[in-house]
């Protein structure tokens, strides 16, 4: 186990924000907090680290990358960003929207690590590299182009053993799989809600 992490504890309650922490506005067309979501997003992408290999650097500089292009929109116009959806409605305004592309990615690579360790959750006798693999086809893939597919296929195949991961984010089994449980539904019930946004016409 890391030596960061308390006893007792779990990697999840090293996290600055969780996703479960990340208020979405029911009443408001399921508005995602925009302050909140970046936050997590980055806490979550540390998990990378924990993996281990420099074949992840691609997907953490990709995911870092797309948080960068929406935190400096919604820095740049903080009245226009305070949800998500509103930010990128107002992005798209102009001439060379950014944010909203970056939203696009950044959602794409948060289902591409909700699918992966859901995977993994749901398929006990499943290694990391079998989970990462599935969800990379279901996600990123189709939008790679053949430079990055083999770029990102090589991190899929460098992830460790899931005993050693698993061991990593804290030495008491059941709490990390109910931690894990909990960020997972949490991550999984907001990419949802952005993904189906994102298909509307008023975000293109």
């Known amino acids: 186990m890391s030596a960061s992490i308390p006893a007792g504890s779990t990697w999840f309650d090293t996290m600055k924000r969780s996703f479960t922490d990340v208020p979405v506005?029911?009443?408001?067309?399921?508005?995602?907090?925009?302050?909140?979501?970046?936050?997590?997003?980055?806490?979550?992408?540390?998990?990378f680290d924990i993996l281990g290999s420099a074949a992840f650097s691609p997907v953490k500089s990709d995911l870092n990358g797309n948080i960068k292009k929406v935190r400096e929109r919604q820095l740049a116009a903080p009245a226009e960003s305070e949800t998500l959806q509103v930010l990128v409605v107002n992005d798209l305004k102009n001439k060379k929207p950014i944010a909203a592309g970056g939203l696009l990615w950044l959602v794409r690579g948060l289902d591409?690590?909700?699918q992966s360790l859901r995977h993994n959750i749901d398929n006990s006798a499943s290694e990391l590299s079998e989970s990462f693999r599935s969800a990379y086809g279901n996600t990123l893939?189709?939008?790679?182009?053949?430079?990055?597919?083999?770029?990102?296929?090589?991190?899929?195949?460098?992830?460790?053993?899931?005993?050693?991961?698993?061991?990593?984010?804290?030495?008491?089994?059941?709490?990390?799989?109910?931690?894990?449980?909990?960020?997972?539904?949490?991550?999984?019930?907001?990419?949802?809600?952005?993904?189906?946004?994102?298909?509307?016409?008023?975000?293109?």
């Open 112 to 114: 591409f690590t909700a």
């Open 25 to 47: 506005d029911a009443a408001n067309e399921n508005g995602i907090a925009t302050t909140e979501f970046l936050e997590a997003a980055e806490s979550l992408v540390s998990l």
């Open 141 to 204: 893939k189709p939008h790679h182009s053949f430079v990055i597919k083999p770029i990102f296929s090589a991190a899929m195949s460098a992830t460790p053993y899931r005993k050693d991961f698993y061991g990593k984010l804290g030495d008491d089994n059941e709490k990390v799989a109910a931690a894990l449980e909990r960020e997972v539904a949490a991550l999984e019930e907001r990419v949802n809600i952005l993904k189906s946004f994102q298909a509307l016409q008023e975000a293109k």
